[in-house]
């Protein structure tokens, strides 16, 4: 497996299977830095994801890494560095559960504040078309 460029760019670190332009880049920055909104739907997740269409790529689904249980109270978003970033990893773990012939999103990037001790960090993976959660499909 052919690890990604990582290119430091405007306070951000871009780990890139495919080489970004800077507007795609800039596009993505002002992206990461609007508030999500709260989803209300039954069953919908901890966590929404954004969407974005950037040229090239095509519809792309942004998931921003943020904490569970207790400390979720005290520290949402920030992850103390410990080696790779939590992006890395996961776009890594897609990567080869692809090349092993499963089915999973398609990994384009991942991409962390770059904080030297605590960071913030996204996933960005190809939009999956016409997709329905387990949930919807069980309300159904």
Request: with cysteine; aromatic share 8%.
């Amino acid at each position: 497996m052919k690890m990604p460029a990582v290119t430091a760019y405007r306070g951000y670190q871009f780990g890139e299977a495919r080489p970004l332009t800077a507007l795609q880049r800039d596009r993505l920055i002002r992206l990461f830095g609007k508030k999500r909104e709260e989803t209300r739907a039954i069953l919908s997740g901890r966590q929404a994801v954004q969407r974005i269409d950037l040229d090239r790529f095509g519809p792309l689904v942004v998931k921003q890494y943020a904490r569970g249980g207790w400390i979720r109270h005290v520290n949402r978003q920030t992850h103390l560095r410990l080696g790779p970033s939590r992006g890395a990893r996961e776009m890594a773990w897609l990567e080869e559960v692809r090349s092993l012939g499963i089915h999973a999103p398609h990994p384009v990037l991942w991409a962390d504040d770059g904080g030297r001790f605590l960071y913030r960090c996204w996933l960005v993976t190809r939009a999956i078309p016409e997709t329905v959660s387990l949930a919807q499909t069980g309300l159904q």
